[in-house]
């Protein structure tokens, strides 16, 4: 391919969710470690979180999100050439998720490969994947981002376990000749934050161990008060570079889908950029912080919920661990309605190969489980993979 036949741009033209349908609700921690509802929503706007059953895993959730997303843009899985999967839980440390999923999915040519960049690991994703479409190297690639957090958190620390939950989200970006889809990228690392948002065992510095396991080096730990003020010191500066790399101004953005982890530094994004709260686009309430998978999650929301329109231009923006951030500005091509394509897709006909002669151990934590298993709270059946719809949350600070 030569330069003068190389797609000049990136078209956004499929998106898809998966939430599993297991909720913990703030009603549910406070019986498992001294905190409130009112102390959870006041500080972080979360009200409920989602956590996937024992049989589902990061790859399957990617999977559904991804064949929905697929579905969206009106192609096969086979046309698909790059599967991007961004993730801190992947299934395993290797084979990568991502090969996992491209069985998964039905595809057979597409490079499959996982990123780690923590929370902004989507928006890492979406920049590598217009880097390759707009190189020539790809023509359709799915961009997933995918996290099974629930497994990775210490039910006593109220510092942690309040913020997170489960799902998968991803998008197609597919090559086009017209003007669209990402106009203008902008991607930071700031080492010196490395260990504010961390999870000290299991790579080879810390080999897991019984040792490791009795200090709870397995879980994440996270210096709250540090992630906040380098997230709110942050977003609103990153989203304002990608939108000069477009050659806009931060009024010509009709919505901003910052990564949902706490309704405060979202305001404080708002304020930042001198936007109002309604264009600001908050999920947070209903799914807590799903780290690489908020962000397509909330994408996929707003454009099925009739928040985007062809010509939009919008603002996908990150922070994470790392301390990374990225955001892009991307003017919307694709017909909204066709969000509706992605229901077809059943979670019940996506399957990931499991490994012969070997099974893991019950993975969810015992008290997690105790918990999601008390009698008195609503019932939730664990087995039932089907995502659910649950209205929103009705609090001011979030509509
Ligand atoms: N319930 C009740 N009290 C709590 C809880 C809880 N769940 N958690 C902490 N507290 C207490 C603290 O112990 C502290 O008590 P003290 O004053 O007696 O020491 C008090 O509440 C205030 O704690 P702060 O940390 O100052 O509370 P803050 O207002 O900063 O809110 C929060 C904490 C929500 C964690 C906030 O700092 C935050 O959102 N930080 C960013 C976290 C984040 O976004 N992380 C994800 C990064 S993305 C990634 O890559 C994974």
Redesign the pocket.
Known sequence: MTAETRPRYAHLTGWGRYAPAGVLTNADLERM????DE??VS??GIRERRVAAAHETTASMAAVAALRAIAVAGIKPEDVDLILLAT?TPDYWMPATAALVKEAIGNTKATAMDLAA???GFVYGYATAQAYITSGMAKHVVVIGAELLTRFLDYTD??TC???GDGAGAVVLSASDEPGGGLGIELTTEPQGAYM?WLPSGGSKSPPSAATIARGEHF?R?E??E??RF?TRTLATTALAAIEHAGLQPDDISLIIP?Q??V??IEAVAKGLDLSMDRMFVNVDRYG?T?AASIPIALAEAANSGRIKVGDRIVIVA????FTSGAVAIQWTADPVRGALGDAVSPDSVHVRPPVDWDSVDPIPDALAEILARPGRVPLDLSNVVPGEPEPAAHPALR
């Open positions: 470690v001294d905190t409130s102390w959870i500080r972080t801190l923590a929370c902004s109220r510092n309040i913020l997170f948002i994440i996270m709250g008060r992630t906040y997230a990564h982890a706490n405060r530094i912080n780290s922070f994470g661990a790392g």
